[in-house]
């Protein structure tokens, strides 16, 4: 049996499907193929399927992945996105597969490119800068088991901003992984309330997912 490991992306309509209904979809659409799955045992056999990282609702990405095992050793796992691309819905492509080199706990950070629609981009662009500045940026981050106060400063790094054309388009790293992940919502609901506006049809994808040498999720 060998591991595998599935590099996909999720956009433009895509991203209003469910982390669970992704889930479903994609055993779905490995259920229609013939590639070689193995399926878990016991009353209800489902098609073994982990990811490492789940995507929010409403967010865009092209670096997601989950892992599946499959029966056949001697499979080649560059054919995976070929037979799975056709059986997938609109805005959700296989990109590539291969044999996972890093587990999940080696996931620190990951990249975002945060889209904010308005009259005037450079001087919400500034608005951002100034927001960053402060020495601290306290939030409430809400968990299923309790909620705290936290620090947001040392967690998110800018790697860009610009405001043109229409958009404010800012590139924040963020801590992320099993340990402590912080959603670019979270961030976006700090600056919203530092400026006294609500951030309205904001789009956001995920650029990149790494590890703690700063090296590319693989």
């Not at 080649?76 to 070929?82: G, K, N, S, Y």
């Not at 340990?179 to 961030?187: E, K, M």
């Not at 400026?195 to 956001?204: A, H, K």
Request: charged content about 30%.
């Amino acid at each position: 049996m060998k591991l595998v490991r599935i590099f996909f992306e999720k956009r433009d309509r895509a991203r209003y499907i469910s982390h669970l209904d992704i889930t479903r979809c994609l055993s779905r659409a490995l259920a229609r193929t013939d590639l070689p799955v193995w399926y878990t045992q016991g009353f209800n056999p489902r098609i073994y399927m982990t990811f490492a990282l789940p995507l929010s609702l409403g967010y865009e990405s092209g670096c997601e992945s989950f892992d599946i095992k499959l029966t056949d050793d001697n499979f080649p796992v560059e054919e995976i996105p070929v037979r799975l691309n056709p059986v997938l819905p609109e805005g959700i492509r296989a990109l590539r597969a291969g044999e996972p080199v890093c587990k999940a706990e080696a996931i620190t950070r990951a990249d975002y490119a945060i889209r904010i629609p308005d009259e005037h981009p450079d001087r919400l662009a500034e608005q951002f800068r100034a927001f960053l500045d402060q020495p601290q940026i306290m939030v409430v981050k809400k968990t299923k088991k309790a909620e705290r106060e936290m620090d947001l400063k040392p967690l998110m790094e800018l790697l860009s901003i610009d405001g043109r054309d229409g958009w404010m388009e800012v590139r924040l790293r963020l801590a992320a992984g099993i340990h402590l992940n912080i959603s670019p919502a979270l961030v976006l609901e700090a600056f919203s309330a530092y400026c006294g506006r609500t951030m309205d049809y904001v789009r956001v994808e995920r650029l990149a997912i790494l590890t703690e040498s700063g090296e590319d999720f693989a």
